[in-house]
């Protein structure tokens, strides 16, 4: 049987990691996994249930109620995310959870609910992660990490184009405010910050195209295998 590996991507808000990913995935016959979809599902279901979120036993005993999966779309070729049985894939892009998973995803007991269920869907490897601390916290034996990062216009007019196909009244200061707050969150918070690990290769995409990065990450990924 072949061998597989993990391969994990961290990196900035809008970077496109998920884009790589799901390409690295598809490409090595790999599962793709999301995690800030988990993230972003449980803010949903966090506003959507009136949870105060700074009080501690009401998040916890909120996360009992929280049962996530993925399921594989055949059409789309992508997986989604399903919040207690509803997909929940389109919902959570909106600019309203962007502006609240920032501070869900730093309480610590949201984090580790989170991060338990990913550590089980990579038992397996043959897995592809994007996040924030996949590297560092979630799988730090990965045989392969990449970091990604671009420069922050190109990010804010990347995530610009993405949400005003949803809704043209949005406007480019209202997604530069967010890309800023996010990494700002999520580099400075307590638990499992933002940050390169040692071990992981930088990927800079401001002047590369999506099949540019694929295919550096791809090298990366062929000569990981064959160390194996
Ligand atoms: O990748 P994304 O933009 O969908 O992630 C949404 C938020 O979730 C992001 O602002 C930070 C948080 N997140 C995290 O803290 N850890 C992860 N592994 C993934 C996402």
Known sequence: MAKKIIIT??????????TLAKQLAKKLGYVYVDSGAMYRAITLYF???????????????????????FHFNEKDESSEIYLNGENVEYVIRDLVIAEKVSDIAAI????????????????????VMDGRDIGTVV??????????????????????????????????????????MRD???????????????????????????????????????ERLKDK
């Open 108 to 127: 610590k007991e949201v984090r580790e609910f989170a991060v338990a269920q990913q550590k089980k869907l990579g038992a397996k490897k043959g897995i």
């Open 139 to 180: 799988f730090p034996r990965a045989e392969l990490k990449i970091f990604m990062t671009a420069d922050n216009a190109v990010r804010v007019e990347r995530r610009f184009k993405e949400l005003f196909e949803k809704n043209p009244n949005i406007t480019i200061e209202e997604v530069k405010n967010n890309l800023e």
């Open 184 to 222: 700002y969150i999520d580099s400075h918070r307590a638990v499992s910050p933002l940050k390169k690990a040692h071990d992981a290769l930088v990927l800079d995409n401001t002047n590369l195209t999506p099949e540019e990065q694929f295919q550096k990450a791809l090298s990366w990924a062929k």
């Open 9 to 18: 991507i961290d990196g900035w808000s809008s970077c496109g990691k998920s």
């Open 47 to 69: 506003l959507r249930n009136h949870i105060d979120w700074t009080n501690k036993s009401k998040v916890k005993a909120a996360l009992k109620e929280v049962y996530l999966d």
